[in-house]
């Protein structure tokens, strides 16, 4: 039976503030999530996605702040919590096990929400560090449910990815820096050759900054990427 998830969300927007709840089935997964736009748009519009996926130990927050706040194109960015509680906050699943339980309910709360806002295509996928694993679990198993993923200092192993079928359906754009001292270069490389050997269209980026780069000398880069992507929805 495929694990669907219950949502306590609040929506975010200049001075628009509401909160509601999305009622999945018996699974008690949640997911919370914020909401912000960019460019020139009405809360009613029907826009391109994009899903954001913070750091371990990170807030949605915070993410948006550090990452996503040069966006010019209309978009609606809705920024997921890790759904893990951790001793130092939020993260995402690493062992195979807690994919298990939250790698599915994931891909259908993507759907879930690409019904309740009125969206343009299917979502993109951003994920970064911890994040960035989440986003290439779900380019492997649940490619199907995005138009293009973009993982960003991640890692994936193939026992974090088990034995359930795979549907490798999306475009994947990663990045990873050759100085990152969190989540090592060859660990990214790794990723990529996984994805590789399981047929996901995927191209990687290597670049020279740390772990960090995304907040600092890489953010404008995969920002202009994104938005390229974004013109094609």
């Known amino acids: 039976m495929p694990k669907f998830p219950r ?3 609040s929506i975010l927007n200049k001075s628009f503030l509401k909160k509601t709840t999305l009622t999945g089935t018996q699974e008690n997964l949640n997911f919370d999530y914020i909401v912000k736009y960019s460019g020139n748009i009405k809360i009613s519009d029907s826009l ?3 899903v954001a996926l913070h750091g371990d130990g990170d807030t ?3 993410f948006y702040e550090s990452a996503l706040d040069k966006f010019t194109l209309p978009v609606r960015i809705i920024l997921i919590k890790g759904p893990i509680s951790h001793e130092y906050g939020a993260v995402w699943p ?3 096990s807690q994919f298990e339980n ?3 309910a994931f891909s259908k709360a993507i759907e879930q929400l690409s019904i309740k806002f009125p969206t343009i295509n299917k979502p993109i996928l ?3 560090s911890g994040g960035g694993t989440m986003a290439y679990y779900q380019a492997v198993k649940h490619g199907n449910c995005y138009s293009y993923i973009f993982p960003v200092s991640g890692l994936l192993s193939n026992e974090q990815l088990g034995n359930s079928s795979s549907k490798p359906d999306s475009q994947v754009f990663a990045y990873h820096g050759k100085s990152d001292d969190v989540v090592p270069f060859s660990t990214g490389e790794k990723a990529v050759n996984i994805l590789k050997n399981k047929k996901v ?4 980026t290597e670049f020279e900054g740390g772990h960090l780069a ?3 000398e890489m953010k404008y880069q995969i920002t202009q990427a994104i938005e390229e992507k974004l013109r094609t929805l």
Not at 201 to 204: A, E, G, L, T, Y
Request: net charge negative.
């Open 7 to 9: 949502f306590i969300s």
């Open 48 to 50: 391109p996605m994009l």
């Open 60 to 62: 949605a927050s915070d």
């Open 94 to 96: 690493f062992s195979a």
């Open 102 to 104: 939250y790698g599915e």
């Open 126 to 128: 951003l994920g970064f």
């Open 201 to 204: 269209n995927v191209s990687f």
């Open 214 to 216: 995304l907040f600092s």
